[in-house]
């Protein structure tokens, strides 16, 4: 039997449980010692954390050859455009090469999420936009790295689902445990 948890990884909180520079880490949250993170997310990006004692599992989720998918939720910086929603669905030029296409689409409303502590910056003159993106890859920051080689920079990003994972209505710092 394998244990998984899911996690709502809250904002500016470290992907691991050692200390480091007196920053926040999951050991905050999580006191399992048998228990691994199966992939990460950055310090200042928030969502959808997977955890389990089974290593193959771990291994499904984060060996890129699995193309597991993920979906994130990022508010950018400016009205996104058309142009800029088929680059990312075609995969774009970063600095370690193409990436895989990805899907991409306007979100009409911002999502229902949590607030942010501390809330994105706000400049009046500036607008923003939320898009859905879905990526097979798991690159360093790629998803923020995409948005803004479309000349659209991510200000908020939340992870929401892992293959058939999902995030569903816990709140940050929340999580749910399963016994398989």
Do not use: H
């Not at 979906?71 to 370690?96: F, H, P, W």
């Not at 706000?122 to 939320?130: E, G």
């Not at 990003?157 to 445990?177: A, D, H, K, N, S």
Request: hydrophobic share 40%.
């Amino acid at each position: 039997m394998s244990k998984i948890v899911l996690f709502n990884k809250p904002f500016q909180v470290l992907s691991q449980f050692r200390a480091e520079e007196n920053k926040e880490t999951l050991a905050r949250f999580i006191s399992d010692p048998s228990l691994r993170i199966a992939g990460r997310l950055d310090y200042d990006s928030e969502g959808l954390l997977i955890l389990s004692d089974d290593g193959q599992l771990i291994s499904r989720i984060t060996e890129p050859r699995y193309k597991l998918p993920k979906t994130y939720l990022a508010q950018v910086e400016g009205n996104i455009d058309m142009q800029a929603l088929q680059e990312l669905c075609a995969g774009i030029m970063l600095s370690d090469g193409k990436t895989q296409p990805a899907e991409a689409r306007l979100l009409e409303e911002p999502p229902a999420l949590w607030a942010r502590n501390p809330p994105i910056r706000y400049r009046a003159n500036i607008p923003t936009s939320w898009i859905e993106l879905t990526i097979s890859e798991g690159r360093n920051r790629q998803v923020r790295r995409m948005t803004a080689g479309v000349g659209f920079p991510t200000l908020r990003l939340v992870r929401t689902t892992i293959g058939e994972w999902q995030l569903g209505e816990m709140q940050p710092g929340e999580y749910r445990e399963f016994v398989v």
